[in-house]
Each structure stands twice: as C-alpha cells, then as structure tokens.
C-alpha cells in the first residue's frame, strides 16, 4: 500500500491502487480489500474480483478525464439508442484496450494464476439477442477507439438472453441471472434518473397562443442511470454506457400494510419493476406486447431527458440542439423517440410545434436491419392510446402533417397516401414504428449495399420518391478488437512479426499480408495457429458435449440464431448426403469433416427448436456409426453467446453463411470468420457480397440463386416437388428425415419439416439451392486435400477483409450521418 500525501500535511490519505502501482501489489491489494479474502482462503472467483478491480482503477482516471474533456470541449455528440448491447466479458477486452493486458499477465502469473483461466470466471453481459445487439458492442468499442464523443443507451435488463443447455437433444432455456454475484463494471448513479409516466390521459385547453395539451392522470415509474466504461483501444478515452433500470416511484403503499394486504403492496411494486427485468428472446421477429412497449418507451424518456438535460447545462437556444446532439435508432425498437422529443420540446419546455419538429427532423437517423415483414413492429392503437395517450397524439399530428406534404407532392394519389400512413387502417388500426423512424429522420440506412439497395426499391420504395437522397448505405463492421486481438492472439502476434502494428488501428493495412500468401514458411506457420486453434475449440466441445473431434477434419461451423430464412436445415441436407455417400461405400476418400452448430431459438419459435432437435438426432445416429468413424462428425455447441463466439470463431475452417439472398441484411459473423482465416462457403446476400468483392471470387465459395433469381423463381409458381423428384440424393435425404430414420422412437417427429419444405411452399428455397450448395461443398471438400491452396486463400481473406472493421463503420457513420469530430484530448 502506498501513501500519498494531501494538501492538508496532517492528513494521509491511503491510497489502495493506482495506475502507478505495480500490477501484482494491486492484485494483492484488492485481493485483500476488494474480495476480501486472505491468499490462503482465495478462490478462483476472489482473483477474477480482484483483477476485475485492478483493471478497472486504470479506467477511472481516464473515464474522469473524457468526461471533463467533453464537458470543457462541448463537442456534438452522438447518442446511439439501442434496446440491446451484446456485451460479453469485459476483462479480458479492457486490459487490451488500455494496454495493460500483458502486465496483468505476469502479475496474476506471479501470484500463480493464469490470466486465461481468470477470465474465464466473468459471465457474459449477454443484453442482446444476436446481430443487432452485438453491432451495438462493437460500435461503442469503435466510437472509444477513434475518440468519437458517444454514448450508448440502453436498458439494465436484470435477466439477458436465456442460458441455452441441450438436453436429450432440446434446447432448454434456462433464466440467465447475470448479476447474481454483482457487476463490477457497473456504476449506480442515483442523482440521474428520471419519472418515467405512463397510461393517464390527455386534456386539451385553449390558451391565448392555442391550445395546450397536458397529460394528466399518468402513472410514474424511475428510471436510475447504471453507467459502465466503455475504453478505447490505445487512446485515453473511456466512453459510457449508461442503461437504465426501473424502479417503482413509491417503494409501497402503507395503506395497503396497515390493512395487512402485504402482497398488494409489493405486487404493484414488482409490476413497475419488471419494467427492466428481462431481456425480450426474440430475433429477427416481434411480439406486440405491452410490456415490450413500456420498456421501448421508458428507456427512451429517460434517454432523452438526459440528453436534453445535459444540453441545458451548456445553452439556452433551442436551435442549437442539432449541432450538439446526433441520436442514432437501432431499428424501430426506440423509434417512439421521435414523439417523446416532441412531447419534451413541445409539452414540456413550451416550444412552437413547427419550430420543435423542424429541430427533431435534424436529431435522429435510423438503421434498419431487416426487410423481414414478420421483424416490422406495428403497435395495436389501442394499446398505444391507453399506455402512451399523449403521444399517440403527437403521432396523429405529424402523420397529418406528412400525408399532407404528400398529397401535395403526389396529389390524388390514395393508396399512396394509405401505403405511407404511419397508421395501418387494413389490420385492425396499428401504428407503423418505421414509418414514424423514416418520416422523423434526416438519413436512414441499411446495413449493407445489397440490403440498402433493396429498402430503396422495396420496403421503402414510396418513402425514396418522398424523401428522394435519405436512403444511404452503410455496410456493417466488426471490432478487430475483440474479433481479432483478443480472440486470437496468435495470429495476431503473427501478423504484428510481419507487418507491424499499424493494422490495429487502421485494418487496411491488413492487405500488407497478400505477398505473403505465396510465401510456403508463412502458410506453414499460420496453418499452426489454426490448428491449434481447433484443438483448443475440440478440447472445449469434448469437455460439453463429450464428442471428440480429430483436429485434422476440416472444421465446418455455422453459428448464428436458429431461423428458417438461415437455413441450418440446408446444412443438414448436407450431412445426411454426405453420410449416406459414407454409408454406401461412394465417398473413399472423402475430405474428413466435423460440422459444428450453435445458436439459440426463440422459445415461442416452434419450428427452430425442432431445427436444433433434428440437428441432435442427426448427430446422434452419424457419430455413432462405426462405418463413419472421423469422416464425419456433428456437434451442437451448446448456449452459444459472445464468449463462446471467441472461441468458435477462430477455431473454424468453413463460413456458412447461407441464407437465401435477400434476407439477411448483412451479417456480421461472416466478417468475423473470413477475419479469422475461414473461406466462407454463402449465397449472394447481405454483406456476403461484399466479401467477395473484397476477397475475390477465387477465394470464396458461391452458390446459389441470386436475390434477383430467387424473385423470378417466386414468380413462376416455385414447385419444391419437382426438385425432389428430380434429384436422387434430396429426396433420400428428406425422406429419411420425415420417415423417422434419426427419430426411431417417434417417427413422426420431422413431419412439420417435410410439411415446411414440401407442402407449404418451401419459403426458403431451400430445395432450390441443394443442388447448387451441395456441388459446391464437394469444391470445397475436394480444395481441403490441397492444404498449401487452402492456407493461400485463407490468408488472403484474412489480408483483404479490412474494410470490415467496425471502425471503417463508425467514420462513415460519423461523416454522413452524424457530424461529429474526434476529440482533442
Ligand atoms: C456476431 C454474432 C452474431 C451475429 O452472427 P450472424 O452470423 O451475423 O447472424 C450473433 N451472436 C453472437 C454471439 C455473435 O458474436
């Protein structure tokens, strides 16, 4: 422990750690005063809680300065709304980021532990479902790295994404309690929370500058701000995530305990409460339910009354609030900001309605993630008129206004004007939150250039002759940080041996590594770190599932949430093919393949849950047949989440991303694989396409139909049963599937998939593209054999995906959309 000595001589502050002391004597402090525990009594947990603190004093110093800077600066600053934020550990990713990490290695490794086992104790701040919510993690590590003044907003969901275990080959989900041993990357921060209202009604009066209207009668719920640090990667700033979290305005009703009625009292607490109790586990789809909608309306009140509190500490004119504030909407989820900025600006600070929504239409822009109608939120207007009575109205207004700016550029034009309506007459009046997003916003945009370009010419066709310029591009990106650094150190100690460091911060640079391609001594080496990659994966998935992997199989991986327009049943077309080409003696000298899933299904999707089954009895019967033995194997890695995504990642050999082109916006799992060495086996969809851009098509595998073909095939009466027919292998494969021949206790199990792909239309095409995608997957078999050709086009993904750094991202974000600058620090 050292001292320090304050201005004040008689008084000694002790000082516990600092940045100044040494790594292991911090350790040691806060083994003592942070855990509390005695070397001799310590547990695993009690280092992780100490390391955890002596990474976390680095950052406080920093996370003080930031917030002065911007405070003294009073940049513009971007305020990106989001209800997920995929998280995951922080531990490991703070101490690379503030360039501590190998300190903190040889200090724990003094002491006689090991940094990777420590690390391993930290659970996953899992706030999100999937790809949307990890693009949010990986923007607020761009937005630190690159000194851009952003904050993130979000809710402090007690329970995150359901902890998936497999059991007798059905995904189980089980309550994810994440906070149960306490946060030590979180700060309560009582003196900011806000009264959130809700329900209540509106009254209207005329006043002598017209009328007024006030919601009266509201029920009240706190929002108190929980912030966490958010570092940059080798720069002093420490950026904030702050997520909100309810609390029940009065703790209970004494009338209610005087009368002995204790339940009643806590029961009206609890429902105010559950307001931030759990995360919502549904990908890619949505639920109308009134609790969705109060968590989407309360953490965007509490949002933006901060946002506007912290602009009225500096300036009193309105006007300026567009040049200091840019609030990005991830998706339609806080897309009820566009009202709530005009209830603040209108209701509650008095502003002119014209003049506030002339500010509104320059705060906010938005990014849409999916073209999926069943992913379109419309909120029942009843619903909305009873729990947010206020603004329903503001909606009604501007949807008044903006079908008359319509009429007038489009006059007489009904169903255009019906089509563009914020409210649906046609389904039972519901309120359209993408509407609300796009006609509230200066920019929208889609999140790859396929995808962009689909909005423009589909989903908001009308809107593009509207608002002719508002749609742009912007292709999604992933942190090198935790997507190359941490996850994979070797290679990436490799890459900083051959062409320097200059590739963390900018990941162009990454293209230094092409010449090497040819060089036989650097394939050798980078085909040693892969291998040792996926011994270190094999070593984790005999120690869960029990099935051993031989290290030499071409690892086959497709991670990702189970859906049907995924198409994981595709790949299981695959393995059935390739195990009856085994069995009946045609496959000699087959590629040796291990085909690895993960992901989770939304407990209500029915269909994806029996995905994961099928792929359980599938694995089942191939891993025990004796005739197979290592040339094929099936394994389903169980809850997968961001941890075990860092694991996975770099351990694959192949990408499957194979959607049917059209509906997957971009991916971003795709980037991670092809940045981890993995060629990608995928359709012409989302992001994909850029990456063969990028990589050139003699370093990628593309199948089948294109999003063009795929419309035209729609159109001409697709018929799933003439490719069926007409291909020897499909058939036996799905006839296996819906005979029972992995389901032998319960042969009807797989019927609702041969229903699915057979009798209702088979929406996917999945029959469309076996052809193709098995061909393929033969290419790809066949070029595993040749390990030097491998290994070149395997570093050529590596050198020549760059462009999808999440910081590349965020500077097109920042340019285009947001206006804002890096800091001076
Ligand atoms: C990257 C990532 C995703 C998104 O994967 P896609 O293949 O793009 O759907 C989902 N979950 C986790 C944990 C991830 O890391």
Known sequence: MTTKQTKNPKVAVPVITTEKTPIAQ??????????????????????????????????????????????????????????????????????????????????????????????????????GNGGLGRLAACFLDSMASMDIPGTGYGIRYEYGMFRQSISQGQQIENPDNWLRYGNLWEFQRPESHYPIKLYGRVVEFPTPKGTESHWVDAESVMAIAYDMPIPGYNTETVNTLRLWSAKAAREFDLA??????????????NAYENISKVLYPNDASVLGRELRLKQQYFFVSASIQDILRRFLSKHDDWTVL???????????????????????????????????????????????????????????????????PRHLGIIYRINHEFLQLVNHKFPGDTDLLSRVSIIDENNGRRVRMAHLAVIGSHTVNGVAALHSELLRTTLFADFNRIFPGKFINITNGITPRRWLNQCNPGLTKLIDKVIGPDFHRDLSKLRGLEAL????????????????????????????????????????????????????????????????????????????????????????????????????????????????????????????EVSAAELLFPGSDLSEQISTAGTEASGTGNMKMALNGALTIGTLD?????????????????FGLTTEEVAEVKANQYNPWDYYHGNAELKQALDMITGGFFSVDEPDRYQAI??????????????????????????????????????RKAILNVARVGKFSSDRTIGEYADKIWGVKRLDH
């Open 26 to 127: 911090a350790l040691q402090n806060h083994l003592i005063f942070s855990a509390f525990k005695t070397s001799e009594a310590s547990t695993p947990r009690d280092w992780f809680v100490a390391t955890g603190h002596t990474v976390r004093d680095h950052m406080v110093e920093r996370w003080a300065k930031t917030a002065e800077a911007y405070n003294a600066q009073d940049p513009k600053r971007v305020y990106y709304l989001s209800l997920e934020f995929l998280i995951g550990r922080m531990l490991q990713n703070a101490a690379l980021n503030l360039g501590i990490e190998p300190e903190v290695k040889q200090g724990l490794s003094a002491l006689g532990h090991k940094l990777e086992e420590v690390v391993e104790l930290e659970t996953d701040a899992a706030l």
């Open 256 to 269: 209610h305990f005087n009368d002995g009625n204790y339940e009643k009292a806590v029961e009206e607490r």
């Open 322 to 388: 567009p040049d200091k504030v840019a609030i990005q909407l991830n998706d339609t989820h806080p897309a009820i900001a566009v009202a709530e900025l005009m209830y603040q600006l209108v209701d509650v600070h008095h502003l002119k309605w014209d003049q506030a929504w002339k500010i509104t239409g320059k705060v906010f822009a938005y990014t849409n993630h999916t073209l999926m109608p069943e992913a379109l939120e419309t909120w029942a207007v009843d619903l909305f008129a009873n729990l947010l």
């Open 517 to 640: 391609a040819e060089d036989a001594d650097f394939r050798k080496t980078f085909r040693e770190i892969k291998r040792s990659n996926k011994e270190r994966l094999a070593k984790r998935l005999e120690h869960l599932t029990g099935v051993r992997l031989n290290p030499n199989a071409l690892f086959d991986v497709q991670i990702k949430r189970i859906h049907e327009y995924k198409r994981q049943l595709l790949n299981v077309l695959h393995i059935i093919t390739l195990y009856n080409r085994i069995r009946s003696g045609q496959a000699k000298d087959v590629t040796p393949r291990a085909v690895i899933f993960g992901g989770k299904a939304a407990p209500g999707y029915w269909l994806a849950k029996l995905i994961i089954r099928l792929i359980n009895d599938v694995a089942a019967i191939v891993n025990e047949d004796s005739a197979v033995g290592d040339k094929l194997k099936v394994v389903y890695y169980p809850n997968y």
């Open 686 to 702: 989302g992001a994909n396409v850029e990456i063969l851009e990028e990589v050139g098509k003699d370093n990628i595998f593309i």
């Open 754 to 791: 041969g229903e699915a792909l057979l009798n209702n239309g088979d929406h996917y095409l999945l029959l469309a593209d076996y052809a193709s995608y098995i061909a393929t997957q033969d290419e790809v078999g066949k070029l595993y054999q040749n390990q030097e050709e491998w290994s």
